[in-house]
């Protein structure tokens, strides 16, 4: 069964450095997404992309964060300079069309030192 | 603003007797629901979903949940419980398509702990 993968499954980081988190969503899936879950609260919505495009993002998603599909495979979510309440499990997600089920990877546990 | 209560952080249950997680929701217009499970080091992993239909739906490893518009709720249940269900379960909810205007976005519930005992 077809599977949305994450690399890498931890990464531990200093304070103000970059990180970029990779996802390789369901080859036929069109929409990604990227969630985040602070440890011990709940699964927050960060982004959506389309298209080449973000289509809705949310309040946590500031500057600091930028979503690319550098080709047919790869999602990523960079993080320019990584703050201490960056410290979470990163999802990424895609479905099939608009409105279809979200399938989810394994997370990214992000560590920042 | 769309938003999940599980009221419940933690359910017990022993192994073959019913098991129920508790999940409200409130949305504006017709909601889409969600139930996902987190094993231990683990990602989301879909269960079952409702759309429209028939209110009771039934996903995977025998769970189903039952849709109650008037009281806003959307209960996982499996009639027969077995250790390996011990996991997380997350409620999700999203508004219907037309009124988000095209927005995807899942809003997740706390989640309950299920820990099924021999």
């Known amino acids: 069964e077809p599977e949305v993968t994450q690399t890498p499954s931890h990464q531990v980081t200093q304070m103000g450095q970059e990180v970029i988190l990779r996802c390789v969503p369901i080859?036929?899936?069109?929409?990604f997404y990227w969630y985040r879950q602070i440890l011990g609260q709940k699964v927050e919505f960060l982004v959506s992309?389309?298209?080449?495009?973000?289509?809705?993002k949310s309040e946590i998603f500031d500057d600091q964060f930028s979503v690319e599909r550098p080709d047919g495979s790869n999602f990523t979510l960079k993080i320019r300079s990584t703050k201490l309440e960056d410290s979470a499990m990163y999802f990424c997600?895609?479905?099939?069309?608009?409105?279809?089920?979200?399938?989810f990877g394994p997370g990214t546990r992000l560590l920042v030192l | 603003a769309q938003s999940v209560a599980q009221p419940e952080d933690q359910v017990n249950v022993a192994e073959g007797n019913p098991l129920t997680v508790k999940c409200t929701y409130s949305?504006?217009?017709?909601?889409?629901l969600f139930w996902y499970v987190q094993y231990p080091n683990r990602g989301l992993q879909f269960l079952l979903k409702?759309?429209?239909?028939?209110?009771l739906v039934k996903g995977s490893y025998g769970f189903e949940a039952e849709f109650n518009k008037s009281q806003t709720s959307f209960h996982l249940k499996k009639p027969s419980a077995l250790v390996s269900d011990s996991a997380l379960y997350f409620c999700?909810?999203?508004?219907?398509?037309?009124?988000?205007?095209?927005?995807?976005?899942?809003?997740f519930g706390t989640g309950t702990q299920l820990k099924v005992e021999l």
């Open positions: 409702y759309i429209t239909g028939d209110n």
């Open positions: 997600a895609s479905s099939e069309r608009q409105g279809s089920t979200q399938y």
């Open positions: 080859s036929n899936h069109l929409y």
């Open positions: 992309f389309y298209n080449n495009e973000i289509s809705e």
């Open positions: 949305v504006s217009g017709n909601p889409y």
């Open positions: 999700a909810v999203r508004p219907t398509y037309i009124l988000t205007g095209g927005g995807n976005k899942l809003t």
